[in-house]
């Protein structure tokens, strides 16, 4: 069974990252978009990751477009909106999809790994987030409408 260390992901500078640079971590991964109603969870991902990366915690944004166009601009206006709206200092990885033929394959490993409502796959909306264990493992779930702090008690759990 693959894990979070079997994948990589080109950052919003277009580096190739291996994820297994995040090994041992608990690890969130969220769809991010721009200019989305929840794009103010940027805020509550930022908090958690200054409040707990120093116990081994990482949050991973991966923006994409396919939920109504809301994160259009391409890799250096996401960078600039992320950084002077909401001072995100986690790492962010280029505009990817989440759904469909094009999933990046991470997405495809995630949503078979932690079904959604119902066992559905595909993901919903922006800001879905699947929290990883520390041995990589997909271990749970959350609706674009979990706020990062409701999470925090699952997350902190898991460190």
Known sequence: MPTLYDFS???????????DRFRSQVVLVVNTASQCGFTQQYAGLERLHEDLSARGFAVLGFPCNQFGGQEPGEAAEIAAFCTTKFDVRFPMFAKI????ANAHPLYRWLKSAAK???????IKWNFTK???DRDGRAVAR????????AIRPDIEQLL
Not at 9 to 19: K, N, Q, R, T
């Open 9 to 19: 992901a080109s950052d919003l500078s277009g580096a190739e990252v291996p994820l």
């Open 97 to 100: 999809e989440v759904n469909g």
């Open 116 to 122: 959604g409502l119902l066992g559905s796959e595909a």
């Open 130 to 132: 699947f929290l990883v």
């Open 142 to 149: 959350y609706a674009p409408n979990a706020t990062p702090e």
